[in-house]
């Protein structure tokens, strides 16, 4: 929570209301489309209309919405040199805080630091790659104990680390 708040005072980021997020159109596009990408699969898989228990509709939900956040802020961004900051870099900032806060995933907060050294903003860079060191205290949950998680949350967090030596 103090990461989201200091980078919403610090950058003036726009898209949030006492801490919540408020999303542009653009956004809720990208949310509405890839839930229904999700909705056209799971058809797929079971042959008709797939229905979803009401325990899981809530992570379900907050798990695509923050792929379609963190895809939309990465556009044109998250697989290039990076030696271009976009000209909307504040926006896109505000839409990997989104996706962050939809669902916990250190790529969004990843992204962002990177965005944010680029713009000259070093110190907001740190304190996201702080916050991604605390990933191994929810990464068991956020990887539903999966084979192989405690050896990709390693090289997470040193990824993290690297780059805050590098700062």
């Given at each position: 929570?103090?990461?989201?708040?200091?980078?919403?005072?610090?950058?003036?980021?726009?898209?949030?209301?006492?801490?919540?997020?408020?999303?542009?159109?653009?956004?809720?596009?990208?949310?509405?489309?890839?839930?229904s990408?999700?909705q056209?699969?799971?058809?797929?898989?079971?042959?008709?209309?797939?229905?979803?228990?009401?325990?899981?509709?809530?992570?379900?939900?907050?798990?695509?919405?923050?792929?379609?956040?963190?895809?939309?802020?990465?556009?044109?961004?998250?697989?290039?040199?990076?030696?271009?900051?976009?000209?909307?870099?504040?926006?896109?900032?505000?839409?990997?805080?989104?996706?962050?806060?939809?669902?916990?995933?250190?790529?969004?907060?990843?992204?962002?630091?990177?965005?944010?050294?680029?713009?000259?903003?070093?110190?907001?860079?740190?304190?996201?790659?702080?916050?991604?060191?605390?990933?191994?205290?929810?990464?068991?949950?956020?990887?539903?104990?999966?084979?192989g998680?405690?050896?990709?949350?390693?090289?997470?967090?040193?990824d993290?680390?690297?780059?805050?030596?590098?700062?």
């Open positions: 929570m103090r990461l989201t708040y200091n980078l919403i005072q610090s950058l003036r980021l726009d898209g949030w209301d006492n801490l919540l997020p408020v999303y542009t159109p653009e956004e809720m596009r990208t949310i509405e489309s890839e839930l990408k999700f056209e699969i799971a058809n797929d898989v079971v042959g008709g209309e797939a229905r979803f228990h009401p325990e899981v509709v809530g992570p379900i939900t907050r798990m695509q919405t923050a792929q379609a956040l963190e895809d939309l802020a990465g556009r044109d961004w998250k697989f290039t040199d990076k030696s271009e900051l976009p000209e909307d870099w504040k926006a896109r900032v505000s839409t990997y805080l989104k996706a962050w806060a939809s669902n916990l995933n250190p790529s969004a907060l990843r992204e962002m630091a990177d965005m944010l050294v680029k713009a000259g903003y070093k110190t907001e860079a740190k304190q996201a790659l702080e916050v991604i060191l605390l990933f191994p205290t929810y990464a068991d949950v956020y990887f539903s104990g999966a084979d998680s405690a050896e990709l949350t390693n090289r997470i967090v040193k993290a680390k690297d780059s805050l030596n590098d700062l």
